[in-house]
T-cell receptor, first 113, second 117 residues
């Protein structure tokens, strides 16, 4: 069975400092992994995806994530936070079929001046 | 620009009433989905449709119904049988095909917030 765990429900950082949002997954198959971002009362937007190519994936707005099979992790990072990064972030695992997407519970990122 | 349009953005319902949420896409995507979002629970799949005139139940289909008469449209009806309908509802779509082709990458609408009075 597939599952995804976002290890922090809330993360707070200061503007200009690094961001780390943690995600662990469980999958019986070779998974596809995604990070989506959601701003308040909006839909979700794809940040990046991993589909068994390079393990370091670069996404939009300076975000990147590294697939680590040995640790079953897919953490999202950004070197320097911006106020506009304040949003909720979802880690998603897909294994086997496009309707089999499993969403994590989300991590709310707050960015302080 | 291509995208997904959900309406209404906000909807209030009295207990015992059915309501229908609209979802229209102009992306020429074959697959469409409805998700429910509650605080701290991520997204849960209600229904999905891979082709016109066909749809399947997701993880929490009870109290909901859908139709797929046109490729572009996938309306969701929240019936009076849904005991806790207050939530944020998200419609999404994707292409058909393998994961390498991007078929499991979802494009989302802006959502509809339903409140039961």
């Amino acid at each position: 069975a597939q599952s995804v765990t976002q290890l922090d429900s809330h993360v707070s950082v200061s503007e200009g400092t690094p961001v780390l949002l943690r995600c662990n997954y469980s999958s019986s198959y070779s998974p596809s992994l995604f990070w989506y971002v959601q701003h308040p009362n909006k839909g979700l937007q794809l940040l990046l995806k991993y589909t068994s190519a390079a393990t370091l994936v670069k996404g939009i707005n300076g975000f990147e994530a590294e697939f680590k099979k040995s640790e079953t992790s897919f953490h999202l990072t950004k070197p320097s936070a911006h106020m506009s990064d304040a949003a909720e972030y979802f880690c998603v695992v897909s294994a086997g079929g496009y309707n089999k997407l499993i969403f994590g519970a989300g991590t709310r990122l707050a960015v302080h001046p | 620009d291509g995208g997904i349009t959900q309406s209404p953005k906000y909807l209030f319902r009295k207990e015992g009433q059915n309501v229908t949420l609209s979802c229209e896409q102009n992306l020429n995507h074959d697959a469409m989905y409805w998700y429910r979002q509650d605080p701290g629970q991520g997204l849960r799949l209600i229904y999905y449709s891979q082709i016109v005139n066909d749809f399947q139940k997701g993880d929490i289909a009870e109290g909901y119904s859908v139709s797929r008469e046109k490729k572009e449209s996938f309306p969701l009806t929240v019936t009076s049988a849904q005991k806790n309908p207050t939530a944020f509802y998200l419609c999404a779509s994707s292409r058909q095909g393998s994961s390498n082709s991007g078929a499991n990458v979802l494009t989302f609408g802006a959502g509809s917030r339903l409140t039961v009075l």
